[in-house]
Antibody, heavy 121, light 111 residues
Framework: QVQVVQSGAEVKKPGASVKVSCKAS????????ISWVRQAPGQGLEWMGW????????HFAQNFQGRVTLTRDTSTSTAYMELRSLEPDDTAVYYC??????????????WGQGTLVTVSS | DIQMTQSPSSLSASVGDRVTITCRAS??????LNWYQQKPGKAPNLLIY???SLQSGVPSRFSGSGSGTDFTLTISSLQPEDFATYYC?????????????FGQGTKLEIK
């Protein structure tokens, strides 16, 4: 069965960077894109960006352009999200999501367990 | 980027009530609209895709409708397990990599 397992919680100081990993299993990794979504405490879902596991193409939400890097390693079926210049407002749970397609319709079906990133001095 | 606006942001209702949540897109997205349910401490769960198609395993009391810019999620008879936060999400597929924007969420609370 499809599984998406993320790396553990992180505590960072303002100005630092964080890199979260997302290891997928149970399917052919290159067949599906992966999105990253974050959720600040008590807040809603915020889509950050997407990476094609096939060719590494990326697309980002405007709020994260220039501050987020998405990469993937097809040899280990792992996707990565790096967020730079961290601020306290970046404190959130970060989810990776393996997309699924119902014909032309993209859905977020397989969610990782979430990685809590805390930014504090 | 396409903006998604949900209303209301919170809603109090009782078990057995019929509730409707609305979602409006800033431009036409045809029927490329998903609905998710999220409970505290958990990842979201897909309820509805393509605006009105019920995800397998989701109770039939959930339904979705709409096209273009205006969409609704209806729960016909609230059950205790339905008290949660609901999000709409656009996945307009032209081109494929457009942002997968979420609405800001609707928190459904027990009255």
């Amino acid at each position: 069965q499809v599984q998406v397992v993320q790396s553990g919680a992180e505590v960072k100081k303002p100005g630092a960077s964080v890199k979260v990993s997302c290891k997928a299993s149970g399917y052919n990794f290159i067949d599906y894109g992966i999105s990253w979504v974050r959720q600040a405490p008590g807040q809603g879902l915020e889509w950050m960006g997407w990476i094609s596991a096939y060719n590494g193409d990326t697309h980002f939400a405007q709020n994260f352009q220039g501050r987020v890097t998405l990469t993937r390693d097809t040899s280990t079926s792992t996707a990565y999200m790096e967020l730079r210049s961290l601020e306290p407002d970046d404190t959130a749970v970060y989810y990776c999501v393996r997309e699924a397609a119902y014909g032309d319709y993209i859905v977020f079906y397989y969610w990782g367990q979430g990685t809590l990133v805390t930014v504090s001095s | 980027d396409i903006q998604m606006t949900q209303s209301p942001s919170s809603l109090s209702a009782s078990v057995g009530d019929r509730v409707t949540i609305t979602c409006r897109a800033s431009q036409s997205i045809s029927n490329f609209l998903n609905w998710y349910q999220q409970k505290p401490g958990k990842a979201p769960n897909l309820l509805i895709y393509a605006a009105s198609s019920l995800q397998s395993g989701v109770p039939s009391r959930f339904s979705g409708s709409g096209s273009g810019t205006d969409f609704t999620l209806t729960i016909s008879s609230l059950q205790p397990e339905d008290f949660a936060t609901y999000y709409c999400q656009q996945n307009y597929n032209v081109p494929r990599t457009l942002p997968r924007t979420f609405g800001q969420g609707t928190k459904l609370e027990i009255k």
